[in-house]
């Protein structure tokens, strides 16, 4: 069996008198799309530079694509969209993967054509020779993540990838996204657009304070069903109770939610009010999003108490 594409056990970094890490342990399989989440200043940027071999950890242990950080083969086969980045303006888009590739050690034969396609891939074909001074802020974003694609490397980083990027150009990302899982390659992304890891990620970790403070699958992060939104007609006494057994009922007829009501639960809730009477226009199960799990991780308080306490203050 390949070894994780990432692999970190109780890694530390210290800046003098700052810990910018204190634990991290945490693993990602490779073919995957992992999701890295924090608050800033929560060490996401200082654990990336690690893996990147950019920076030496205080204390702990890591391996990337099953080799010592900084290995310099294992480096070759990692793509890097950093969140802050510039290209020479006078440069056109082909002229910049040219020198990428010139830094990766691609062959000569056959570059012209990686060249092209990553170009194709980012939706950037048809300006291949524009220079880069001529592009819009999103077009300049698919360029980063064209240099971050070149050479099909195993292992992908991309911090902040969509941030610049209209509906469609988050899209693209999405579709590239599954393209690298297809072949096999692992995406690790940091986004503070956790409805765009919630669609594309396959796990997450949640990083707080230097610590991953929880980690999973996107369905075990957000658990079961947590609610389910009915429309309801011919609801009488006998409806209204069984609603009830089943959870936290608030009612603004025709719609009725009940809370804390589990995924199973809800067939069952179904037919309880079919035959009680009750005529069933519709049924809309739900669950807490990435976001509001994230801000509970946190222990950020939501709008509402936020709200209340400024309406009320002590």
Known sequence: MRAAALDTLAVAKRFGEKTALYDLTMTVGRGEAFGFLGPNGAGKTTAVKIFLGLVRPTSGACEVLGAPLGDREARRKIGYLPELFRYQG??????????????????????????????????????????????????????????ALLGEPDLVFLDEPTSALDPVGRNDVRVIVESLKA??????????????????????????????????????????????????????????????SFGKLEIDAPWFVVSGIGDDAVPGLVRRLVADGAEIHAVEPSRATLEERFLQLLKVPDAAVIDDRVSHPA
Not at 97 to 117: E, N, Y
């Open 90 to 147: 006078w440069l056109t888009s082909a002229e910049v993967l040219g020198l990428h590739a010139d830094l990766l050690g691609l062959p000569r034969a056959g570059r012209a054509a990686a060249i092209a396609d990553t170009l194709e891939l980012v939706g950037l074909g048809a300006r291949a020779a524009d220079r880069v001074e001529t592009y819009s802020k999103g077009m300049q974003q698919r360029l980063g993540l064209g240099v």
């Open 183 to 244: 072949r096999g390659a692992t995406v690790f992304l940091n986004s503070h657009l956790l409805t765009e890891v919630e669609r594309v990620c396959d796990r997450v970790a949640v990083v707080d304070k230097g610590r991953v403070v929880a980690s999973g699958s996107i369905d075990e992060m957000l658990g079961a069903t947590t609610s389910v939104r009915l429309h309801l007609s011919g609801v009488d006494a006998g409806a209204i109770a069984t609603l009830r």
